[in-house]
């Protein structure tokens, strides 16, 4: 892998254990950490050598940012003590080898920002150990396959060309983060989510994902909810109040009226949706107490909203009533993309009544 002078420091006289980036146990290479900027490194360049299979002890193998281009030599399966394999912001093409479902021990790979193509390799799915899945900004396509390992923590998938619907048996309820984001798959996924009780983070938005957003998600202890640009439909509603603190529901098919129980979230987008009535008056309480930063409602049927006109609306909160069946009783800037009209046209909120 020339082009680098990461090698410079490399001394072939010497004892290869001793080399930047290599660790070793005894006699036997046990990681390899190469392309260390911090050792006056741009990134590595070239190809991954076959050879590297016959490093028999190896444990964890990591190459940062480069331009190593190629594919990934089928030989990386006969590392069979192989715990940890990343190698990231590269430009490695081709499909993802079967072949690593091989790789028993594997509890982290991460192959992100590269220009992997082909379906996720089910054998992957079935590794009985992995903690984290990391396969986001790649070219892949298929479906997701079921993932059974009971300590899978992450999974990371976004910005691939995925498709399909997601068994509700797929993912195991270990999972904290969750991120399919800018793919194209389908289908509901309440089932799924009503099993996912450990989420502390979860994006599944710019899919094509339909159904109810069941109430559970909202109770679980989770900092940011993204389920913007799908087509999720009908009523959503939390048990209790909301304590996440962004929550973006925008761009989908949700309709009846907005529960009280959101007034606690910070960042709130509702924004181009199908709700409907009154805005309800603990939104209004919170706006005025500076509790929430943004509260986008523009692009609905919204029929009012009890807050005076003269009310000041705090510096620090955005605030957006746009193009629903209402005169906004306050005027307050809105974002460039929700367009110039006031008001949503009668014919319209009285079809959507009607």
Known sequence: MPGSGFFA???????????????????????????????????????????IGKLSALAELSIVPGRIMGSLPQSLSQLKDLRFLAISRNFISG???????????????????????GSIPRSIGSLPDLTNVILCHNRLSGSVPPFLSQSLTRLDLKHNDL?????????????????????????????ILNRLDQLNYLDLSMNQFTGNVPGKVFTYAITNIQLQRNSFSGPVQPADQVTISTVDLSYNRLSGQISPMFSTVQNL???????????????????????????????????????????????????????????????????LKAGKQKTRPTTQCNEWRG
């Open 269 to 335: 987008y509702l924004n181009n949706n199908r709700f409907t009535g009154q805005v309800p008056g603990s939104f209004v309480d919170r706006l005025l107490a500076a509790n929430i930063q943004t509260l986008y409602l523009q692009h609905n049927f919204l029929t009012g909203i009890a807050i005076n006109p003269t009310a000041e609306i705090p510096l620090s909160s955005s605030l957006c009533l746009q193009y629903n069946c209402m005169v906004p009783p306050v005027q307050t800037p809105c974002p």
């Open 163 to 191: 498709s399909g619907s997601l068994d509700p048996t797929s993912l195991p309820h270990s999972i904290q983060y969750l991120s399919l984001s800018s793919n194209r798959l389908t289908g509901p996924i309440d089932r």
């Open 95 to 117: 499909e993802i080898p079967a072949t690593l479902g091989q790789l028993r021990n594997l509890k982290t790979l991460d192959l992100s920002y590269n220009l992997f193509t």
């Open 9 to 51: 420091s490399w001394d072939f006289t010497a004892d290869p254990c001793n080399f930047a980036g290599v660790y070793c146990d005894a006699d036997k290479v046990i990681a390899l950490n190469l392309g260390d900027p911090r050792a006056g490194s741009p990134g590595l360049t070239g190809r991954l050598d076959p050879a």
